[in-house]
């Protein structure tokens, strides 16, 4: 049975000492749940978040990954730093990550490869821009990223894969794909991975869906059957936010 995830990615977003608040506040109202529980906090407060959650099941995730070793590539950060931090899970392709530092999908097949190489477990982001939905080019354009970021894998790395669609229209905006929408992608991205290798990954990928989730609109949207979960953004920084939607899977 494959994974519920709930991921919270703080983005640019809390100080050291916010992040000791907001982690103390999470730890301490963590619902007793099956769910896979993690928060994604800056570079510069991750050693410091493992810590803090060390008692607790709460996993705590990198944003980003450089696809070196190591060398100069300044103000990058590699994979055996995270891991020489405790930290074994990285977001990879994030929609800011590609639209304002770049990242295109030649990049984020070289970080995948990267990051499965030392053993970590990746969170692979994806989704269409409004564009792409409107000019119904998005079942199209999602097939493309996972071909270029992800197809290049063996079938045996698909168990270190979890994927999030974000719609970039719904990322920030306050809109949110409907959880028909969600659902309709996520049973096409099931489809297309059991195309180009079997049903059994297919149905064992955690799909995640990220795009304005909140208290009000996660249960009905993690209720569809090819949602595994969310990749949270601005919700994730308000512990009670944070917490209902935990509870909501
Ligand atoms: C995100 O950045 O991955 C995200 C889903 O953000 P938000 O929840 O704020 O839309």
Not at 131 to 140: A, I, L
Request: aromatic fraction near 8%.
């Amino acid at each position: 049975m494959r994974s519920k995830i709930v991921a919270g990615n703080w983005k640019m977003n809390k100080t050291l000492a916010e992040t000791n608040v907001l982690l103390s506040e999470l730890t301490g109202k963590l619902p007793d749940t099956t769910a896979e529980v993690m928060v994604a906090p800056t570079f510069v407060n991750l050693a410091a978040a493992v810590q803090d959650v060390s008692a607790s099941s709460i996993q705590v995730i990198a944003q980003n990954m450089h696809f070196a070793e190591n060398g100069a590539y300044t103000g990058e950060i590699s994979a055996d730093m995270l891991l020489d931090i405790g930290v074994d899970t990285v977001i990879i392709g994030h929609s800011e990550r590609r639209a304002y530092f770049g990242e295109t999908d030649a990049i984020l097949a070289k970080k995948v490869v990267a990051a499965l190489a030392k053993n970590l477990r990746v969170v692979f982001c994806f989704g269409e821009e409004l564009e792409d939905r409107k000019t119904d080019n998005h079942f199209k354009l999602v097939a493309e990223q996972l071909k270029n970021g992800l197809f290049q894998l063996d079938a045996s790395a698909w168990s270190k894969i979890v994927l999030a669609y974000e719609p970039v229209w719904a990322i920030g905006t306050g809109e949110t794909a409907s959880p028909e929408q969600a659902q309709e992608m996520h049973a096409f991205i099931r489809k297309t991975i059991a195309n180009q290798y079997n049903t059994e990954i297919a149905d064992s990928v955690s799909i995640l869906y990220g795009g304005s989730v909140k208290p009000a609109n996660a249960k009905e949207i993690f209720s569809k059957e090819d949602v595994d979960g969310g990749l949270i953004g601005g919700a994730a920084l308000n512990a009670d936010d944070f917490i209902a939607i935990i509870s909501a899977i």
